[in-house]
């Protein structure tokens, strides 16, 4: 008799309920599906993130760029005016190594500067002019989560862009073209 009141005791305890009904199976399988969504929502965030970090690094780099060449680099300190290789080098020095100055134009990364005829004398390149420093970079995501959706959005174009007015010539650059490519 004294065992049969030990099981309905048992019975009727509400903390073991649970563990008697197999909920934590359920709770598993939820979990199973909704764990990878969750996963794949947060690293998109952070993919996004990187991508806007990205941007705002490259947007830094062409307007330091640009007054690097409006200036024609060390030309007050040493006498010479910058050229294109070295302004594309301080480009890509300042963007943290996402710019490459060695990429030639239609690729996925390349830098990019030319003159617009500011002052309207049909030459380009002369004091009071602007130096325009374009950079292309082309984001791959990193997570795949854009690919699911839409395979448009695996990668985004950066196109940032800045100019400046030429304080000194800058020899063996040409005029520039549309932007963007």
Not at 5 to 25: D, E, F, N, T, Y
Not at 36 to 57: E, M, N
Not at 67 to 75: C, F, I, L, N, S
Not at 146 to 175: C, K, Q, W, Y
Request: aromatic share 8%; with cysteine; glycine share 12%.
């Amino acid at each position: 008799m004294r065992k049969h009141a030990i099981v309905q005791a048992l019975k009727r305890a509400r903390w073991l309920r649970p563990l008697r009904r197999g909920s934590r199976g359920q709770t598993l399988l939820e979990f199973a599906f909704v764990g990878p969504i969750v996963l794949v929502l947060i690293l998109s965030i952070v993919d996004f993130g990187i991508a806007i970090d990205r941007r705002l690094v490259l947007q830094h780099s062409v307007r330091e760029g640009a007054r690097y060449a409006a200036v024609g680099g060390q030309a007050f300190v040493t006498g010479v005016e910058a050229t294109e290789p070295e302004i594309k080098t301080q480009i890509a020095d300042q963007s943290q190594g996402i710019a490459d100055a060695s990429g030639g134009a239609g690729g996925d990364n390349y830098i990019e500067v030319c003159y617009e005829d500011a002052n309207g004398n049909g030459t380009t390149g002369d004091e009071g002019d602007n130096v325009q420093v374009r950079v292309h970079y082309t984001h791959d995501f990193v997570t795949g989560f854009t690919e699911i959706f839409d395979t448009s959005l695996a990668s985004i174009a950066m196109n940032p862009s800045a100019s400046a007015r030429v304080e000194h010539s800058l020899p063996g650059i040409g005029a520039c073209g549309p932007w963007p490519p």
